[in-house]
């Protein structure tokens, strides 16, 4: 049973920095594709960036000066580094894993990762 499971996340003041963690487990196959979601109340939920199998990776423009993501294949952990976070990245962040996309030239949408963690949420204040 493959498991995703996030961390890393909490409150922090606008400028902060924050790295987020997803562990992955129980997946039979060594490579795969993590994409990082958010949502916040009242909106849809949003792709964020993600890492291919082949370790490509994709940030959505309006924080791509901000934020990046990362694999460590040895600890099955991909990460999502957020600096000079503001609040409007307020959300509840989400990882999800792709067993089907390989090269990112952008962000997959939500309907290509079949496995999702349980969220951590983010809170930047003002």
């Known amino acids: 049973q493959v498991q995703l499971v996030e961390s890393g996340g909490g409150s922090v003041q606008a400028g902060g920095s924050l790295r987020l963690s997803c562990v992955v487990s129980g997946y039979r196959y060594s490579r795969y594709c993590i994409g990082w979601f958010r949502q916040s109340p009242g909106k849809e939920r949003e792709g964020v960036a993600a890492i291919g199998a082949d370790d490509s990776t994709f940030v959505i423009a309006s924080v791509r000066d901000r934020f990046s993501v990362s694999r460590d294949n040895a600890k099955n952990t991909v990460y999502l580094e957020m600096n000079d976070m503001k609040p409007e990245d307020t959300a509840v962040y989400f990882c999800?894993?792709?067993?089907?996309?390989?090269?990112?030239?952008?962000?997959?949408?939500?309907?290509?990762?079949?496995?999702w963690g349980q969220g951590t949420q983010v809170t930047v204040s003002s």
């Open positions: 999800a894993l792709s067993g089907r996309v390989n090269n990112i030239m952008n962000m997959p949408g939500a309907v290509f990762f079949e496995s």
